[in-house]
């Protein structure tokens, strides 16, 4: 009887029942991802449409994939650790693979001024004794993606007086 040559592709797929799911449960577990994030992790290991599909469906039947779940956490991460502006958080959202409907619903609650406020509040007391201290407050707003209007307007609020107050 002869056999016939399949392709090393058909074989490799082959042997890699469930390697699909069990990475993106890996992906997962080292820090959540949004869905479009975690398929092309998964397209970069030569996976197929079809187990990535498969995979991410039985994340999502499991709750393991929710990109409304991951926004949220991504918005108060960022509010936590490293504050950005609206702007900024929706640009890393949108580089992330959320829609913009997901998005706008995440990010509604920001209040910019009062994050650029306390942002910059921090920063001038570590400059304090700065002479350049309202420039390198301007660039420092401006590189977390605040407006010119608000970055001046935080400027205002935060003389060297106030700075003195909160010490």
């Not at 970069?44 to 079809?50: D, G, I, P, R």
């Not at 390198?136 to 205002?156: D, P, Q, V």
């Amino acid at each position: 009887m002869a056999m016939t040559k399949r392709p090393a592709a058909a074989d490799k797929a082959e042997e890699r029942p469930g390697e699909c799911l069990s990475l993106s449960i890996k992906y997962l577990d080292y820090r959540p991802r949004s869905e479009s994030e975690l398929r092309g992790l998964l397209a970069k290991k030569s996976f197929s449409e079809k187990e990535i599909g498969e995979a991410i469906l039985h994340l999502k039947e499991v709750g393991l994939i929710n990109d409304l779940r991951f926004a949220r956490l991504w918005k108060e991460s960022r509010l936590n650790s490293k504050p950005r502006s609206k702007k900024m958080i929706s640009l890393e959202l949108g580089k992330k693979g959320i829609s913009q409907e997901i998005v706008d619903e995440t990010i509604n609650d920001i209040d910019d001024e009062e994050i650029a406020y306390e942002m910059a509040l921090r920063k001038a007391r570590k400059l304090s004794h700065d002479a350049k201290l309202e420039s390198h407050l301007y660039n420092f707003l401006k590189r977390h993606g605040f407006s010119h209007g608000l970055a001046m307007e935080t400027i205002k609020k935060i003389s060297t007086r106030s700075i003195e107050r909160w010490e």
